[in-house]
Structure formats: structure tokens, C-alpha cells
């Protein structure tokens, strides 16, 4: 099952059995208010910085998130898809329900993007899965619906499931649907990270897609979060995940790490290679 996305000149495929795809999740204005002070500014100087420092970072997609309270969407969502694409060649993850300020994204997105989100929810299977065959997108799949996010895996199962047959209906193919299995912190619920890997080998074995995750949320309220991020995310990969959503200064190489001792990097030479770089330029920073 191969989800393929285009940039500007780059193509990127997620498929299982090839390294895992980072999806880098700066440019979102949650919980980072210089830049909410940006966007509503204006500022797409801001923006493309955040992009660029991604991609140098290890990011093969770039997400694009402009929701800021105050914030005109439909006129910030396409500014800022339009200023990172002169930046960037790889592909762009357009992170937004909005109805109106979707489309006009898309309309100007190189390439084929994915689209961040679509879940389980009659309204937004209504809303965005017509776009996606519009458009000729992929799409991410949230495991949530009209009452929530589920705490079996099972039932989040049972919405990807939905999500892929109904996508069906309309001849989007399964390997334009990227199914995010959904993280939430084990400080509330210490079953939390189980059901997400659960549902992550299930989605896998049974529906074959690709399967995308924001692991942060895993650790939200506990300490030292990073190394429980980091270790989450190895055992997702295993699991069967194939495109995380992260902080690619501070994912990459454990990312790179599971991907070579799984077999994907031959001879570490990749490993080998980012290893080197990296002490390079921290020499250079010296």
C-alpha cells in the first residue's frame, strides 16, 4: 500500500517496509504564541522559516496549521500554503476542517498534498471527502466520531473502517487514506497507549492502509516527556505505524534509529550518513 504525495519537485511515498515519513508539525499555532502573533500579522517571513528549519531538521512533509484565535482562515490558510511552497519542495500537509478555507488551499497547493483531517463524523465525511476526490488528495483518517474519540480498539477500528468504505463510495482508493490512530496521555488513562497500538495492528492487518500518529499526546501532563515520546513512537513504528507527525528536531534520530534496527536502513548507511551531518554542523555551531 503506497500513499504517494508530491511537492513542488519532490515526491514522497509512505508505504510499510520503507522508512518511517515525519510529518513536521511546527507551523501550529497551539501553545506557540509568537508564532499566533505572526499569522495574525501577517508575517510569512515567520512561516517559511519554520518550514525551512524543518526540512532541515530530517521533515519530509511540511503541516500547514493557521489556526489562530482571531485569525481570518480563509485568508491566512492560502497565504501561508502559498509562502511555504516558494520555500519548500517537498510536500505540504494542509491542516485544516474549515470549509471554505480548505478548497481555496487546495487550489493553490503544489503537487498532491494530504489533507489533515477527516474522521468519523457524518458532517465531515460530508465536508471533506468530496474534496479529496476533488482534488486528487490523500487524507488522514482521525479514529473519532460524533461521540468522541473511543477508548476501545475496537470502536476506533470500526470508525477507520468506515472512514476507508466510505471513501470507497465515492472511488477514492485506500491508499489515498492514511488512518491516525489517535494518542491520548497515559497520566489519565493508563490503557491509553495500549488501545492506540492496538488499534495501529489492526488497521494494519486488516485494512492494510497507512497509518499516521501525533505521539505527543501520549505524555501530555507527565515529565520528561521527550523520552516517553521517543520510545512511544518505537513502539507505534513497530506496530505498524508509517508516518509520524512530530518535532523533527527532536524525532529524527530515534525515528532513524527503529528504522535501522528494523531492517530499513542497509548497512546504516542513512543512519551513518545523518550521524555525520549532524556532528557537523554542531562543530560548525561550536
Same mark, same amino acid.
Given at each position: 500500500m503506497k500513499t504517494v504525495l508530491e511537492g513542488r519537485t519532490? /515526491?514522497?511515498?509512505?508505504?510499510?517496509?520503507?522508512?518511517?515519513?515525519?510529518?513536521?508539525?511546527?507551523?501550529?499555532p497551539t501553545g506557540r504564541k509568537r508564532l499566533g502573533e505572526a499569522l495574525l500579522a501577517g508575517d510569512m517571513d515567520y512561516v517559511r522559516n519554520e518550514a525551512l528549519k524543518q526540512v532541515e531538521d530530517g521533515a519530509d512533509v511540511i503541516d500547514i496549521n493557521v489556526g489562530v484565535a482571531g485569525g481570518d482562515e480563509d485568508k491566512l490558510l492560502p497565504m501561508a500554503v502559498q509562502a511555504v511552497s516558494e520555500v519548500i519542495d517537498c510536500p505540504i500537509c494542509i491542516d485544516s476542517p474549515h470549509p471554505t478555507a480548505l478548497p481555496k488551499a487546495l487550489e493553490i497547493c503544489p503537487g498532491r498534498p494530504l489533507i489533515n483531517s477527516v474522521n468519523g463524523e457524518e458532517a465531515s465525511l460530508a465536508r471533506v471527502l468530496p474534496l479529496v476526490k476533488e482534488f486528487n488528495t490523500a487524507v488522514i483518517g482521525l479514529t473519532m466520531d460524533?461521540?468522541?474519540?473511543? /477508548?476501545?480498539?475496537?470502536?476506533? %477500528?470500526?470508525?477507520?473502517?468506515?472512514?476507508?468504505?466510505?471513501?470507497?463510495?465515492?472511488?477514492?482508493?485506500?491508499?489515498?487514506?492514511?488512518?491516525?490512530?489517535?494518542?491520548l496521555t497515559v497520566g489519565a488513562d493508563h490503557q491509553a497507549a495500549l488501545v492506540t497500538l492496538e488499534t495501529i495492528r489492526r488497521v494494519s492487518a486488516?485494512?492494510?492502509?497507512?497509518?499516521?500518529?501525533?505521539?505527543?499526546n501520549v505524555s501530555f501532563?507527565?515529565?520528561?516527556?521527550?523520552?516517553?515520546?521517543?520510545? %512511544?513512537l518505537a513502539m507505534a513504528i513497530q506496530a505498524g505505524l508509517t508516518c509520524a507527525i512530530v518535532h523533527p528536531g527532536k524525532a529524527k534520530r530515534g525515528i532513524m534509529v527503529v528504522d535501522m534496527l528494523l531492517g530499513r536502513d542497509e548497512f546504516a548507511m542513512k543512519y551513518i550518513k545523518y550521524h555525520r551531518a549532524q556532528e557537523k554542523k554542531a562543530a560548525a555551531n561550536a
Amino acid at each position: 500500500m503506497k500513499t504517494v504525495l508530491e511537492g513542488r519537485t519532490k /515526491t514522497v511515498t509512505i508505504e510499510r517496509g520503507g522508512p518511517t515519513i515525519i510529518i513536521g508539525e511546527r507551523i501550529n499555532p497551539t501553545g506557540r504564541k509568537r508564532l499566533g502573533e505572526a499569522l495574525l500579522a501577517g508575517d510569512m517571513d515567520y512561516v517559511r522559516n519554520e518550514a525551512l528549519k524543518q526540512v532541515e531538521d530530517g521533515a519530509d512533509v511540511i503541516d500547514i496549521n493557521v489556526g489562530v484565535a482571531g485569525g481570518d482562515e480563509d485568508k491566512l490558510l492560502p497565504m501561508a500554503v502559498q509562502a511555504v511552497s516558494e520555500v519548500i519542495d517537498c510536500p505540504i500537509c494542509i491542516d485544516s476542517p474549515h470549509p471554505t478555507a480548505l478548497p481555496k488551499a487546495l487550489e493553490i497547493c503544489p503537487g498532491r498534498p494530504l489533507i489533515n483531517s477527516v474522521n468519523g463524523e457524518e458532517a465531515s465525511l460530508a465536508r471533506v471527502l468530496p474534496l479529496v476526490k476533488e482534488f486528487n488528495t490523500a487524507v488522514i483518517g482521525l479514529t473519532m466520531d460524533d461521540e468522541g474519540i473511543p /477508548t476501545t480498539a475496537e470502536k476506533r %477500528f470500526a470508525i477507520a473502517e468506515k472512514i476507508v468504505n466510505r471513501a470507497a463510495q465515492l472511488g477514492i482508493p485506500a491508499e489515498s487514506i492514511v488512518i491516525d490512530c489517535l494518542a491520548l496521555t497515559v497520566g489519565a488513562d493508563h490503557q491509553a497507549a495500549l488501545v492506540t497500538l492496538e488499534t495501529i495492528r489492526r488497521v494494519s492487518a486488516e485494512l492494510g492502509v497507512n497509518i499516521a500518529l501525533g505521539a505527543s499526546n501520549v505524555s501530555f501532563g507527565l515529565p520528561d516527556r521527550e523520552t516517553i515520546n521517543e520510545l %512511544f513512537l518505537a513502539m507505534a513504528i513497530q506496530a505498524g505505524l508509517t508516518c509520524a507527525i512530530v518535532h523533527p528536531g527532536k524525532a529524527k534520530r530515534g525515528i532513524m534509529v527503529v528504522d535501522m534496527l528494523l531492517g530499513r536502513d542497509e548497512f546504516a548507511m542513512k543512519y551513518i550518513k545523518y550521524h555525520r551531518a549532524q556532528e557537523k554542523k554542531a562543530a560548525a555551531n561550536a
